[in-house]
């Protein structure tokens, strides 16, 4: 065997290696901060609309960011707790705006890419759906149109399904009044559609680079003009055309892309699709510009009025 030194070369007496241990995060950062943000944001959801919704809401929400951290563990992806998010103020239809996982480690390859990202809505969709019966059974059908201080919000294909199995065709002239576990059921579905939308780091975004590698960055433009073209039927969706571009980065690749699927991996995608066809509210809540334009209206003359 030749010599790597060579002959004349000068040849270490020894190698030192300093290794630093990792430091131990204490337990307010392991998993401190996330029992506080899980503890408010319950308490958020329940002063919005009552013990059940909270029941509803969290269960929803705890068990789709518990699919991703399981199956980042399954990977050896190095991932935090889920972090709630308490907002009393910014969604007070329900009093908090989801929940997030952060990762802080590279996907190893396409398949851990795909699972991580597809767990998490399937595991709050399986939670979703006896919210969304219990929520079908609560909710009360009454004679006439809504009163002034409701809102009306967008119904997913989904809850329609639910709606006519469980209580049957709707008369004419009547109108659905949802109730909490309807309302978490509602909200639920909302999140499940908008995490599955093949954006940037969305899960819907995980999943579509786990399918097409690259060429996920092309359908992920294509999805966000045809959001913005969205804004022409409500002014609503204005915000998620925003907080889709905010998303909608290019996704990083993997630590090796050339990793395949498998064909198994491929049904569980079309499950993945029918799952957001079922739950995608085109929009969530109701209205249109001329509404909008109204109630500006109105406000305007009532502030100068005074």
Not at 213 to 231: F, H, K, Y
Request: with cysteine.
């Amino acid at each position: 065997m030749d010599d790597p030194f060579g002959p004349y070369a000068a040849r270490p007496e020894s190698v030192f290696i300093d290794i630093q241990p990792v430091p131990r995060r204490s337990a307010w950062q392991a998993w401190g901060r996330n029992l506080a943000l899980f503890v408010l944001t319950a308490i958020s959801v329940y002063l919005t609309g009552g013990a059940l919704m909270a029941l509803g809401v969290m269960s929803i929400l705890l068990a789709h960011e518990m699919g991703h951290y399981v199956a980042c563990r399954y990977h050896g992806v190095d991932a935090t707790l889920p972090f709630f998010i308490p907002a009393p103020f910014l969604n007070p239809l329900v009093g908090t705006m989801g929940a997030v996982i952060r990762i802080r480690s590279p996907f190893p390859n396409r398949r851990a890419l795909f699972d991580i990202g597809i767990a998490g809505p399937i595991a709050g969709f399986v939670v979703c759906l006896p919210v969304l019966v219990l929520g079908a059974l609560e909710a009360q059908i009454l004679a006439g149109k809504p009163s002034a201080t409701s809102i009306s919000l967008g119904d997913p294909q989904l809850l329609l399904w639910a709606m006519s199995w469980l209580r049957g065709a709707i008369p004419p002239g009547m109108t659905v009044y949802i109730g909490p576990l309807g309302m978490a059921a509602w909200f639920g579905l909302l999140v499940t559609a908008l995490n599955l939308i093949p954006i940037g780091q969305l899960d819907g975004g995980h999943v579509t680079y786990a399918l097409f590698s690259q060429r996920a960055n092309t359908l992920s433009r294509i999805v966000w003009w045809a959001s913005v073209a969205m804004i022409y039927f409500s002014p609503s969706w204005v915000v998620w055309a925003l907080l889709l571009w905010l998303l909608g980065r290019r996704h990083p690749p993997t630590l090796d892309d050339r990793a395949p699927l498998g064909p198994g991996r491929q049904l569980v995608a079309l499950l993945g699709l029918a799952i957001f066809m079922a739950c995608f509210i085109p929009t969530p809540v109701a209205g249109s510009w001329e509404l909008l334009r109204q109630d500006l209206h109105e406000l305007l003359r009532y502030l100068t009025s005074r």
